[in-house]
């Protein structure tokens, strides 16, 4: 079975500041890999994707992460967050040999203006 | 946004009762899933269905059924609701086995 760790469950960050979310998985299998974010009572929307190709994968509204297979980490970064940033995000893993996301427990990011 | 409806969007019933939740998508996708979010346990699997009436468990199928007649419609029932399945009830969809899913609005659940 796969797992996501998500190390950190609360993350404040002030106004313009970098911010990294970081992720973790095990798996013996090659793995496709997600960022969601969830704003306050709202679905979740994905965020970024690496299925393959390049490890340096860009997502919308300037997040961007890095596949680390040696590390088996998939870390969420921005340079400069916003107050519009503030929201729960998740880390989920998927596989080639099953039908199933796994989640992480996610963390909130608060940017503090 | 992707067509995901779900309904209704909040609910609160009674220990022993049974609950249905409806999921719909206009997408025409195959697979769709049902999640519960828990504080402190992130999204976790119920049950997930691979096309018309194939499905399968996930990770936290007791206590829930589930039934797809029809592409567009998933629905999960909970035969005799119990405290511990108050929760936050999320649909999603997907095109391809393992690829992007695309997640409805959620249902709040309360069982009293």
């Known amino acids: 079975a796969q797992s996501v760790t998500q190390l950190d469950s609360q993350v404040p960050v002030f106004e313009e500041a970098p911010v990294e979310l970081r992720c973790n998985y095990s798996?013996?299998?090659?793995?496709?890999l997600f960022w969601y974010v969830q704003y306050p009572n709202q679905g979740l929307q994905l965020l970024l994707k690496?299925?393959?190709?390049?490890?340096l994968v860009k997502g919308i509204n300037g997040f961007e992460a890095e596949f680390n297979k040696s590390q088996t980490s998939f870390h969420l970064r921005k340079p400069s967050v916003h107050i519009s940033d503030t929201a729960e995000y998740f880390c989920?893993?998927?596989?080639?040999?099953?039908?199933?996301?796994?989640f992480g427990t996610g963390t909130s990011l608060t940017v503090i203006p | 946004d992707a067509g995901i409806t779900q309904s209704p969007r909040h609910k609160v019933t009674e220990t022993g009762t049974p609950v249905t939740l409806r999921c719909h998508q206009t997408?025409?996708?195959?697979?769709m899933y049902w999640y519960r979010q828990d504080p402190g346990h992130g999204l976790r699997l119920i049950h997930y269905?691979?096309?018309?009436?194939?499905?399968d468990k996930g990770e936290v199928s007791d206590g829930y059924s589930v039934s797809r007649s029809k592409t567009e419609d998933f629905l999960l029932t909970l035969e005799s609701a119990t405290s511990s399945q108050t929760s936050v009830y999320f649909c999603?969809?997907?095109?391809?086995?393992?690829?992007?899913?695309?997640f409805g609005p959620g249902t709040r659940l309360t069982v009293l």
């Open positions: 999603a969809i997907s095109e391809y086995r393992n690829n992007e899913q695309f």
């Open positions: 798996s013996s299998v090659s793995v496709y």
């Open positions: 690496y299925l393959s190709g390049s490890t």
């Open positions: 989920a893993v998927s596989t080639n040999t099953g039908n199933q996301f796994y």
């Open positions: 997408e025409n996708h195959r697979y």
């Open positions: 269905s691979y096309g018309v009436k194939d499905t």
